[in-house]
């Protein structure tokens, strides 16, 4: 083929462009400097259709977003490598005489809806009743999940290009994007088919420009010497003379709004065999059709309160709107849309929950005293402040529904521990759950140890009745006997059962030993149990539950949380997690908690030194390994994959595990983790590492959340670009659980301006609410765990960092519900099936 090998040449670097993500980074100066020259070294190349739909699709690339990017290399990729298929076999002539006729086979298709006229179009209506929609963008629209008219009018425009700043022809500026409005003066097609040139002059009172579309050879009909017409696009310049390059056009009509130029153009997010002119065009036939009589299901009273425009002004203003003062306002409307849907959702199951009478619990100054006593520190002014939320709370005869966060180290445990401890005196049960087994038991023996010797006061029998125990036949005396043998209990500990009875549940208790503890919780016999997602099985039956605390809550579906409070008659609820949540998250996750904040950590506790290296001074980093191993130390190496990947140049777990062991510390003890694994087999791994049985544990991010490793002092990181702000601090917290001061090592070469904002972060604040907050305004809620937080709502419009729109859909929700909890007045209707909707499209997600 002629021209091979500039086509190749061009493909090879947007395949690299691609593998690295559309960052614009495969050349140094940029994509778009890289084009110009390769247009000039190209210029034969140029009359190839494929060739001028792949510069088209690039145009402007630096200002495109990374999704566009993405859409439009694949599809410029596709463009070239058309070039190189061979083309299809012609069909034989005619069949032989010999071979039988076929018989047609008889199909049963249904026939495509008949088309509607615009103005008896629906919202509900299927896409393909739409006038001219044409097979190719029907199947374009559904590969984006569009279905009816509703969704593509919810299709937002994920940008605009500003052409309303109309101009005279001698007032252009060449590199900006401009307007002009004038009347064709010259015409003139040049080659024909994929070669042809279509150049096209205009003129008004003040000079001329030149335009000029390649491969369009039908424009030669469509416009004429003396037509009135409007050109948007980027001004540049040719032999002297201004020039536009494929711009957007329009003939002028008077009184006529221009969809394609002279305005804010909406961008809207396209895929393969979807353009931008044919988009927009059926988009604009839908608002037109559709928004003037979509019903409002925003009452007239909320949207005085709040000084909203309605409904179908957002939906038309969004994707055509008449100035930026119109777009903000068509903005605001919609985005205060999903805030409210949100927090409709969240009041209402929080009224749910707390509808109904709870315990009220009686504050015990004595075993508080008690516990604080047997505390080898002192409780920090953050822990005693949310023990007064969390005691205010429990006193009350309505259900506790409240979110304990803290920065990892901040104390949650011991909050926790006080509050069951009340729960417990109270004469009621405790339950605490945690994701993993490993952590379960690590809470077990902690509590245990904390709890088993403060002592909780009992009922009292009748002195002319026997002792509880001495009332027990032999059979229940010896079944007791067997309960405190698998809680740790001796008879010394607790003979007169005054301490707290601590017991662990997990899914790989053995089965006898599991029905001892499910008849000791059952009997009350077990004041607090300890596990994992065995708590919320039906075999569980508890005496009195009182307390439920759920640990690392992003773990666990709120399905999950509903459960477990269904084990009791209304317990107090009390949530906690490691991460950091910016307070408009925490508001849209966990809305139906009330939050307390540990944002205070202990005295004494070091500073871990964060340090980010590129990948060659990694040797550095392994001095430093065994400079701290030979101190009787241990290090987690972090790997962000499995197994080796073609796609991405970063060690796997198990090639680092590899090198390391036989390469890099051939006499030292390296072991390797990922998730996998068993979850048995993870357990062991990391109770060998705590137990010092080696020196460095390679894994991936299944350490995020882990046992402690007080002897672990460095964490490496490799590949730290690939992860969250909140991911990576989560790893630092890793280490500096001992005396010991501890290092995070961070490996990158990355230097993109987002991931330099990370890792410079990392390396200067220790603080994880700062650090939320960064994390969640480069990374966006999506991504804001690491991966997808299951249930988090999909905001199209709605930014999680507008505060005060949040804050008064907040207010909104909790003014309604207070007058009509479960929306059923007939104001509501409309509302209560939109939040439905929301809410069911936002699980199906999660």
């Not at 495969?26 to 070294?41: K, P």
């Not at 007080?710 to 005396?739: K, Y």
Request: hydrophobic fraction near 40%; include cysteine; charged fraction near 25%.
């Amino acid at each position: 083929m002629e021209h091979r090998e500039h086509i190749v040449a061009l493909g090879k670097i947007l395949a690299a462009e691609q593998r690295r993500g559309c960052d614009d980074s495969v050349v140094d100066a940029g994509l778009e400097q890289y084009l110009r020259l390769w247009r000039a070294e190209a210029d034969g190349a140029l009359h190839l259709p494929a060739v001028q739909a792949t510069l088209t699709l690039l145009d402007n690339y630096g200002s495109q977003t990374t999704l566009e990017r993405r859409n439009r290399v694949q599809a410029s990729l596709d463009e070239l490598r058309g070039l190189f298929r061979k083309p299809p076999e012609p069909a034989p002539a005619s069949a032989p005489a010999s071979a039988p006729a076929k018989k047609p086979r008889k199909t049963t298709k249904a026939p495509p809806p008949a088309e509607k006229p615009l103005s008896q179009l629906e919202f509900d209506d299927s896409l393909d009743v739409m006038p001219a929609i044409g097979r190719a963008n029907l199947t374009a629209f559904r590969r984006l999940g569009l279905k009816t008219l509703g969704d593509l009018l919810y299709h937002f425009p994920h940008r605009y290009d500003d052409f309303s700043s109309q101009r005279r022809i001698a007032d252009l500026k060449v590199g900006n994007a401009e307007t002009i409005l004038g009347e064709i003066v010259e015409v003139k097609l040049s080659g024909g088919g994929p070669r042809s040139r279509f150049k096209v002059v205009v003129g008004d009172e003040s000079g001329v420009i030149e335009a000029v579309f390649f491969n369009q050879p039908w424009l030669s009909k469509q416009l004429r010497i003396g037509m009135q017409i409007v050109l948007s696009g980027k001004v540049g310049a040719y032999q002297g003379m201004r020039q536009m390059s494929t711009p957007s056009w329009e003939p002028y009509v008077p009184d006529v709004d221009t969809v394609h130029t002279g305005r804010l153009v909406p961008v809207h997010p396209l895929t393969k065999g979807l353009h931008e002119r044919n988009a927009r065009k059926l988009i604009k036939q839908a608002v037109d059709a559709l928004a003037p009589k979509t019903p409002d299901y925003l009452p007239a009273i909320v949207r005085q309160r709040t000084g909203l425009v309605g409904l179908g002004e957002a939906l038309a203003q969004i994707h055509f709107p008449d100035s930026r003062e119109h777009l903000e306002h068509a903005t605001r409307r919609l985005g205060f849309d999903e805030f409210l849907f949100i927090q409709l959702g969240v009041v209402q199951r929080k009224l749910l929950w707390q509808g109904e009478m709870g315990f009220a619990m009686q504050h015990n100054a004595e075993v508080y005293a008690e516990l604080q006593a047997r505390l080898p520190f002192a409780l920090t002014g953050a822990q005693r402040r949310s023990l007064d939320e969390i005691f205010r709370d429990m006193a009350r005869p309505i259900p506790m529904a409240r979110l304990l966060q803290g920065d990892v180290g901040s104390g949650k445990t011991v909050v926790a521990a006080a509050a069951l401890l009340q729960a417990i005196a109270n004469g009621f049960q405790g339950a605490l759950m945690a994701p993993t087994e490993i952590l379960a038991e690590q809470h077990y023996k902690g509590l245990k140890q904390l709890l088993g010797q403060v002592r909780v006061p009992r009922p009292e029998p009748e002195s002319s009745e026997p002792n509880w125990q001495q009332r027990l036949d032999p059979e229940e005396a010896a079944r007791l006997a067997e309960i405190k043998a698998l809680l740790g209990m001796t008879v010394e500990d607790d003979l007169d059962g005054q301490g707290v009875r601590v017991a662990l549940l997990t899914g790989s208790l053995g089965t006898k030993a599991r029905r001892k503890v499910l008849e000791g919780i059952a009997r009350g016999e077990v004041d607090l149990v300890v596990g994992t997602h065995a708590l919320i099985t039906e075999s569980v039956q508890f005496h009195s539950l009182g307390l439920v605390v759920v640990d690392e809550q992003h773990r666990f579906g709120v399905e999950q949380r509903q459960r477990l409070r269904d084990k009791g008659f209304n317990p107090h609820l009390l949530v906690m997690t490691a991460t950091p949540i910016p307070r408009t998250l925490t508001l849209t996750i966990f809305g139906d908690l009330d939050t307390s904040i540990l944002d205070e950590l202990p005295p004494g506790r070091q500073t871990i030194r964060t340090r980010w290296i590129p990948r060659n001074d990694r040797e550095k980093a392994y001095k430093h390994m065994r400079r701290e191993i030979e101190k009787g130390r241990q290090t987690f190496v972090i790997c962000p994959l499995v197994e080796e990947s073609e796609k991405i140049d970063l060690p796997s777990a198990e090639e680092m595990y590899e090198r390391l062991q036989h390469e890099v510390f051939p006499d030292l003890r390296v072991n390797l983790l990922h998730g996998r694994m068993l979850p048995r087999e993870k357990d062991e791994i990391m109770v060998s590492f705590r137990n010092r049985e080696f020196d460095i544990l390679v894994s991936t991010s299944v350490i995020e959340v882990g046992i402690d490793i007080p002897n672990a002092s460095t964490i490496v990181i490799e590949g730290a670009e690939r992860f969250g702000l909140s991911q990576l601090h989560q790893f630092r917290g890793r280490v500096g659980r001992g005396s010991h001061q501890s290092y995070c090592i961070l490996i990158s070469d990355k230097e993109n301006e987002t991931t330099k904002q990370r890792l410079e972060a990392m390396e200067q604040t220790t603080d994880g609410f700062k650090l939320a907050e960064i994390d969640l305004q480069l990374r966006g809620p999506g991504e804001f765990f690491g991966t997808r937080q299951s249930g988090t709502p999909d905001l199209k419009v709605a930014k999680l960092a507008d505060t005060r729109l949040l804050h008064a859909a907040r207010q909104e929700a909790e003014q309604i519900l207070q007058d009509d909890p479960q929306l059923a007045a007939d104001e509501h209707i409309l509302l209560k099936r939109k939040v439905d909707a929301f809410w069911a499209e936002t699980v199906q997600a999660g």
